[in-house]
């Protein structure tokens, strides 16, 4: 597509039931990022993948957050037993950036709209 | 540390006024910088963004934003604010090594008619 797209942009769930964002990012980006953004705050890094290697998982807040990406393209963020303080704007990013001094990386972030996850 | 600090958490001008929002970062070599731009229930767009070159950069909307080495800050002008420039403003900085982002906490832009 011609932009990063998430689904849903909206989702409502009780608490302790588990949740999954998807991320379909811009065809031919091999770097794809997730953020949370709680309200009012700034961005808080959640996870990093890079083509085939290993994801930066360092900012996952808990082991109730998981994320895979499949073929290098489509992106899962799983939550599960979701609590009230996961209550966020989850956002999707990707880009063409690759580690390092690596030229020509124009490195800019493409985002989505966003997935709103409230838990009750 | 590694930050970007955005001082400012809320700026209210009026329309026709100037505008500029202070970004500084802390890194050891200079970075790639970056302004999004970030409306109530959207994604960040990107307004404007600092490789390398000319320090003075032009961005969409009529925004440009000056790189100043010394000072290590980014930020952001706009000679004559419109009302729909009113959202929220992130910089952010790539370290280039390494994988992440860092992102301002914010500055959230009102104008006034």
């Known amino acids: 597509g011609a932009g990063v797209s998430q689904s849903p942009s909206n989702k409502v769930t009780e608490k302790g039931k588990d949740v999954e964002l998807r991320c379909d990012p811009i065809s031919g980006h091999t770097a794809l990022y997730w953020y949370r953004q709680s309200l009012g705050q700034g961005l808080e890094f959640l996870i990093y993948f890079q083509g085939n290697s290993a994801p930066d998982k360092s900012g996952l807040p808990s082991d109730r957050f998981s994320a895979e990406r499949t073929g290098g393209s489509v992106s899962t963020l799983t939550i599960q037993r979701t609590q009230q303080e996961d209550s966020a704007v989850y956002l999707c990013?990707?880009?063409?950036?690759?580690?390092?001094?690596?030229?020509?990386?124009?490195?800019?972030?493409?985002f989505g709209e966003g997935s709103r996850l409230t838990v009750l | 540390a590694q930050s970007v600090t955005q001082p400012d958490i809320h700026i209210t001008v009026s329309e026709g006024a100037s505008l500029e929002l202070r970004c500084n970062y802390s890194y050891g070599a200079t970075p790639y910088l970056f302004w999004y731009v970030q409306s109530p229930g959207q994604g960040l767009q990107l307004l404007l963004k600092?490789?390398?070159?000319?320090?003075l950069v032009q961005g969409i909307k009529g925004f440009e934003a000056e790189f100043k080495r010394s000072q290590s800050s980014f930020n952001l002008r706009k000679p004559s604010v419109h009302w729909s420039d009113a959202a929220e403003y992130f910089c952010?900085?790539?370290?280039?090594?390494?994988?992440?982002?860092?992102f301002g906490t914010g500055t959230s832009l009102t104008v006034i008619p």
């Open positions: 990013a990707s880009s063409h950036r690759t580690s390092g001094y690596v030229l020509p990386n124009t490195g800019e972030l493409f």
């Open positions: 600092y490789f390398s070159g000319d320090t």
């Open positions: 952010a900085v790539d370290p280039i090594t390494g994988n992440q982002f860092y």
